[in-house]
């Protein structure tokens, strides 16, 4: 069973979609109870840092959040935004992010080249940069669906596990530990979203 | 690199698919969830519907269909057709639709789009240029299903929803629509000189090198198609289909 937050911020249909597809069961949340539970957990999210990280505080969701993460090392994957709230902080916000993954969130910046795009929007290749379970069997050829104008940036490399290249390389998936991001949108990635949930799920 | 998207652009009327010719003489094409599964099983980039008939009929999107259509599908999706407000947007996008496309509302309500943006984020609306020429050879803008003129110039209404905030545009010449024979070009070219944003260049899409025009002169980002995922060939029955992934990879 996969926990998925609800706290206001996404596309919580496709996700749960995706992975009945691949006959995982899911339970969509904002309930603190409910999450404290939870076996696994998936953070998504699509709009601004700040705002979702408003919504987590009101909801009162970072403590249970941190707490199984941290202590209790449940699997949790943040997709998209809710990858990059796994980090400290963003350029596109004030407030402090979740800090699970040592990171930061940057805009991306092309300041000569205007055939680069922001947001980097559409299908993109990634690289195996560390190995992980999470993308355990990918091949080169495996492309996913990215939508978004701010980049993270780890710290340290072991923390990087998929590299993809828009205007210079950046980390497309993260890990530390039992806690993983990946900036695409694996639910809307056909079979390759597949894998990486299936991947999740066995975790 | 960013890949160029091919977009099978899918037209609905009533709960079934149909295909236009100049957004005229609407044809039955099949099941819009059928052609989803067809589509997910070919992997194909993004998929866009437009309802024709809401915006003429001054009604509001078929949620019901939709989420339908939204439960089946494992790519990224877009939706046009009669939303004129931000309550009938926030309903697509809690479907599970990732993307709106606006036309006829940005024209009474351009505030519409940025009310969208800011929520949202501007990738999520799709702002639509229909052009076609007037009797002088003229190109104009056109919405409504092709039945209101506007009088400014294609590249004037690309800065203004640009400005409102959309996250793309997509071109589409009603003159080339539904015909086989190619893109015009240099109408996508004119947009992509004057806006910065992904351009989604429609309409005429009927082989390869149509595709590759577009792309590699016109320079857009995304090609959206119609006939030739729906036809086998020009003038030919009904069959779902999708360009070869090497055949695209080549463009």
New interface residues.
């Given amino acids: 069973m996969i926990t998925i937050i609800n706290y206001g911020m996404g596309?919580l249909?496709?996700v749960q979609?995706?992975l009945k597809?691949i006959g995982v069961a899911t339970k969509i949340t904002s309930e603190i109870k409910e999450i404290e539970q939870a076996e696994k957990i998936l953070l998504p999210g699509?709009?601004?840092f700040d705002a979702a990280i408003q919504k987590i505080d009101e909801l009162n969701l970072r403590s249970v959040l941190v707490h199984k993460a941290v202590e209790q090392k449940v699997p949790f994957l943040g997709i998209c935004l809710g990858m990059q709230l796994l980090t400290r902080s963003s350029e596109e916000g004030v407030l402090k992010g979740l800090d699970l993954i040592p990171a930061q969130t940057i805009k991306f910046k092309f300041d000569n080249d205007?055939s680069l795009?922001i947001?980097?929007?559409?299908?993109?290749?990634v690289k195996q940069n560390n190995p992980s379970k999470l993308t355990k069997g990918f091949n080169e050829d495996y492309?996913f669906?990215f939508?978004h104008?701010y980049k993270v940036v780890c710290d340290k490399n072991e923390n990087s596990i998929l590299k993809t290249?828009?205007g210079g390389e950046f980390d497309s998936a993260i890990q530390k530990g039992n806690i993983f991001g990946a900036q695409f949108?694996p639910?809307?990635?056909?079979?390759y979203?597949?894998h990486l949930l299936t991947n999740f799920s066995k975790i | 690199m960013l890949l160029t998207r091919y977009i099978p652009c899918l037209l609905l009327k009533g709960a079934g698919l149909v295909k236009t010719i100049k957004f005229k003489n609407p044809k039955y094409v099949g099941d819009p969830i059928n052609t989803v599964r067809i589509f997910n099983e070919k992997e194909v980039d993004e998929l866009i519907f437009l309802d024709i008939e809401a915006t003429p009929q001054g009604r509001e999107p078929n949620y019901k269909l939709l989420s339908e259509i939204a439960d089946e599908c494992f790519m990224p999706l877009a939706y046009g057709g009669g939303i004129k407000t931000l309550e009938q947007a926030k309903k697509i996008f809690q479907i599970g639709i990732e993307k709106v496309v606006i036309n006829s509302a940005a024209h009474n309500n351009l505030k519409l789009i940025g009310d969208i943006a800011t929520i949202y984020g501007t990738q999520a609306v799709i702002g639509v240029i229909d052009v076609k020429k007037s009797l002088f050879g003229k190109q104009e803008v056109v919405s409504n299903s092709a039945n209101t003129k506007h009088k400014f110039t294609p590249e004037a209404w690309a800065k203004e929803l640009v400005k409102a905030g959309v996250g793309e545009i997509m071109v589409t010449s009603v003159d080339m629509e539904g015909t086989w024979e190619g893109i015009d070009v240099a109408l996508i070219k004119r947009i992509t000189d004057t806006v910065n944003v992904p351009v989604i260049a429609h309409g005429g899409a009927g082989n390869a090198e149509h595709l590759k025009n577009a792309v590699r002169s016109g320079g857009a980002s995304a090609v959206a198609m119609g006939s030739m995922v729906v036809y086998q060939k020009k003038d030919f029955g009904v069959l779902i289909n999708f360009p070869d992934k090497k055949v695209l990879e080549k463009i």
């Fill in positions: 596309n249909g496709s979609n995706m597809r699509v709009g601004a205007p795009k947001p980097h929007m559409g299908w993109n290749f492309r669906y939508v104008s290249n828009h949108h639910e809307k990635s056909h079979k979203g597949m």
